[in-house]
């Protein structure tokens, strides 16, 4: 399994408790995780080390392998902070340039 950059895997036991390391400075330790959805694609966020808030997409599913006794749940986290930050500059350039072709136009 090939993992992006940009995402992260959560295991967790049957009490919700991380049981994998993640990024000291990143925000997945403080990220809330529902058990209750389920092959859901959520929404969720974070306060990271910085104070700076995460955005993530999160899907839950049930695991059951006897290597792994412990976990009962894998979490697939996706940041998309910078995303829909780039999303953003993008549509105010957008509503600039048309200000401002619509202003010559008007001449």
């Keep these: 399994m090939t993992v992006a950059a940009n995402t992260s895997v959560l295991v967790l ?6 049981l ?4 000291k ?3 997945l330790s403080n990220l809330p995780i529902d058990k209750n959805t389920i092959d859901v694609i959520s929404k969720g966020s974070a ?4 104070d700076q808030t995460e955005n993530y997409r999160l899907i839950t599913e049930k695991v059951d ?6 976990a009962k749940y894998v979490v697939i986290a996706i940041n998309t ?4 930050e780039a ?3 993008y549509v105010k350039l957008i509503v600039i340039m ?8 008007r001449g």
């Design 98 to 105: 048309m200000s401002f072709l619509a202003t010559i136009y």
């Design 25 to 27: 400075f990143s925000s």
């Design 65 to 70: 392998n006897s290597f792994y006794p412990d």
């Design 87 to 89: 999303s953003e500059r």
């Design 13 to 18: 036991d049957k009490n919700g408790k991380l």
């Design 81 to 84: 902070t910078q995303l829909e």
């Design 20 to 23: 994998n390391v993640v990024d």
């Design 47 to 50: 306060q990271n080390y910085f």
